[in-house]
């Protein structure tokens, strides 16, 4: 079955061309002109992915995405002007998995909508338990449901496969290179922004203090590693 995508621009050039595109590419497009009209339309069938604009009147799509976040882990690709890199932070930062830069060519974007669709689908072949606990978190790989201190956590594709990355290697360390290679592929390595912000979002979902992480720490000048749960001062374990 081929992947549903929501086109949320209310600039009907852009829903053109994204649909357009897409279409061509074998995918099943729908679009909306407002973010009301998408949250609508992703509560009664949720999409495998939304392709959503940032300037948009009345609910932009920041306060959409933060809207469909409550929700949803459906994955989200952010549309941006071109040179405004305080709104890719902030996309980010409010739920977003990637974002695609306005004007953009159809090879740009097709390349990353396959990405984040890549990213979003659970990768069970290298998961050989069917949990995985540190400290007071809990992964349910076969479910892809996290929980901290027995309370879901509500992660996005891409914030889950960062995780898993960490749980799969607890106790080693890992390059932003390599990071950024399994969970975005390899035209993103260089692409330390994202990997800084995606961790800082991570970490506020996971950690009781995201300024002293336990779950997700850094080793300066190396990388970041999920340190192993018996190597950490019972100290710093808290209660």
């Known amino acids: 079955m081929n992947a549903r995508i929501l086109v949320v621009d209310d600039e009907q050039l852009y829903r053109h061309l994204l649909k357009v595109n897409l279409e061509t590419e074998g995918y099943e497009v729908t679009a909306a002109a407002d ?90 072949q290298n998961i050989h338990k069917r949990h995985f606990s540190h400290l007071n978190l809990r992964i349910d790989f076969a479910r892809a449901e996290v929980w901290r201190d027995e309370k879901p956590v509500y992660l996005s594709a891409t914030e889950y496969r960062l995780l898993i990355q960490f749980a799969q290697n607890a106790g080693r360390i890992l390059s932003a290179e390599e990071l950024l290679t399994a ?20 970490r506020q979902k996971l950690e009781d203090d995201p300024h002293n992480p336990l779950h997700i720490v850094t080793r300066s000048g190396l990388g970041y590693m999920m340190p192993l749960s018996e190597n950490i001062p019972q100290s710093e374990k808290g209660s």
């Open 35 to 124: 973010g009301d009209v998408a949250l609508e339309m992703i509560t009664s069938r949720v999409p495998d992915l939304v392709i959503l604009d940032v300037a948009m009147p009345h609910l932009d799509g920041f306060a959409t995405c933060e809207r469909i976040r409550q929700f949803s882990d459906v994955p989200v690709i952010m549309l941006t002007a071109r040179g405004e890199e305080q709104d890719r932070v902030h996309g980010l930062n409010v739920g977003a998995d990637d974002y695609v830069l306005k004007p953009f060519s159809a090879t740009e974007l097709v390349a990353r909508v396959r990405a984040v669709l890549r990213r979003a689908k659970t990768n069970q």
């Open 183 to 202: 969970v975005w592929g390899d035209s993103y390595r260089e692409d330390k922004e994202i990997l800084w912000v995606s961790i800082a979002r991570l």
